[in-house]
């Protein structure tokens, strides 16, 4: 089975920046649809940003628009997230996402996408 590693989490002050990436252990795999997801406990997984290569649009929760910037590096094979202005609320733990289910609609959904990595974890604090 596809493994996705996820890297770049760690602890920022409110303002800050970080950039999460995400690559498959199998060099070779690629997908057309990837997203990043974050959870926090007792929340059900929700999506921050969704990128699609034939549709060639990205996606965005409305809370991480303006800040966040998804996007797919085709030399590193990785999809990464670069998060601006981190505000407390974006605490979580993020997870990168891929491969398109068949019942794949607008990849806002966590049941859309097959492979999913172990996460990494984001804390914001004021």
């Known amino acids: 089975a596809v493994q996705l590693v996820e890297s770049g989490g760690g602890s920022v002050q409110a303002g800050g920046s970080l950039r999460l990436s995400c690559a498959p252990t199998e060099r070779t795999y690629t997908s057309a649809c990837m997203a990043w997801f974050r959870q926090t406990p007792g929340s059900e997984r929700e999506v921050v940003a969704t990128?699609?290569?034939?549709?060639?649009?990205?996606t965005y929760a409305d809370s991480v628009k303006g800040r966040f910037t998804i996007s797919k590096d085709d030399a590193q094979n990785s999809l990464d997230l670069q998060m601006n202005g981190l505000k407390p609320e974006d605490t979580g733990m993020y997870y990168c996402a891929a491969g398109c289910r068949g019942n794949y609609g607008n990849g806002r959904g966590a049941a859309e996408y097959v492979y999913w990595g172990q996460g990494t974890q984001v804390t914001v604090s004021s």
């Open positions: 990128w699609h290569s034939g549709r060639r649009f990205t």
